[in-house]
């Protein structure tokens, strides 16, 4: 079964620090782009972060460039999510994403995703 | 940056026609898809490649994509597809390419 499962959310203080995981299954990971995705409480989908199957090419959002990082252990089949200097804003669930066929694609799996809470 | 404008609900009677659109700056030349999201739950791949459909979801989901229009059109609309809609699109064309998701549809089954 192609599953994906997220952990290492919970609470922080504003400029804290956080890492996302996510454990992949079912696939042949390193064949495929990932994604980060977020939703904020009550709000809609935001696209954060990409990363080709090799980890050789990253995308970001403008809200999270310069502070998130996305990484990939292959080896490991997991999707990593460094979250810097975090801020009220980024307070989300955190889903990973699978694309479908090629890179730049739908996403065709989902995680059940990861609380993220920024406060004080 | 590219914008994805979707209306914010949309009602519909079981049995009818639903249909959700998605504005962008010539989408047409895009791919757009579609994902299903119920309160709670992860969202679901509906549409892929503007109108093609991932195994085990019914033909009642459609799509097209035409002009600075895509549109996602549920047929013989059911009590179980209440939930939100979001579209979604690769934008290639800024100095910063990314996933862009619409705002968000939700479907209402009156």
């Known amino acids: 079964e192609v599953q994906l499962v997220e952990s290492g959310g919970g609470l922080v203080q504003p400029g804290g620090s956080l890492r996302l995981s996510c454990a992949a299954s079912?696939?042949?990971?390193?064949?495929?782009?990932m994604s980060w995705v977020r939703q904020a409480p009550g709000k809609g989908l935001e696209w954060v972060s990409a990363?080709?199957?090799?980890?050789?090419?990253?995308y970001y959002a403008d809200s999270v460039k310069g502070r998130f990082t996305i990484s990939r252990d292959n080896s490991k089949n997991t999707l990593y999510l460094q979250m810097n200097s975090l801020r009220a804003e980024d307070t989300a669930v955190y889903y990973c994403?699978?694309?479908?066929?090629?890179?730049?694609?739908?996403?065709?799996?989902w995680g059940q995703g990861t609380m993220v809470t920024v406060s004080s | 940056s590219y914008v994805l404008t979707q209306p914010p609900s949309v009602s519909v009677a079981p049995g009818k026609t639903a249909r959700i659109t998605c504005g962008g700056n010539?989408?047409?030349?895009?791919?757009v898809h579609w994902y299903q999201q119920k309160p709670g739950q992860a969202p679901v791949l509906v549409i892929y490649y503007d109108s093609d459909r991932p195994s085990g979801i019914p033909e009642r989901f459609s799509g097209s994509n035409s002009g600075n229009t895509a549109t996602l059109t549920i047929s013989r609309v059911e009590a179980g597809d209440e939930a939100d809609y979001y579209c979604q699109v690769w934008d290639s064309s800024s100095d910063h390419p990314g996933y862009v998701f619409g705002t968000g549809t939700k479907v209402t089954v009156l």
């Open positions: 079912g696939f042949t990971f390193s064949s495929y782009a």
């Open positions: 990363i080709s199957g090799s980890g050789g090419s990253t």
């Open positions: 010539n989408i047409g030349s895009k791919s």
């Open positions: 994403a699978k694309d479908a066929f090629a890179e730049n694609d739908a996403f065709d799996i």
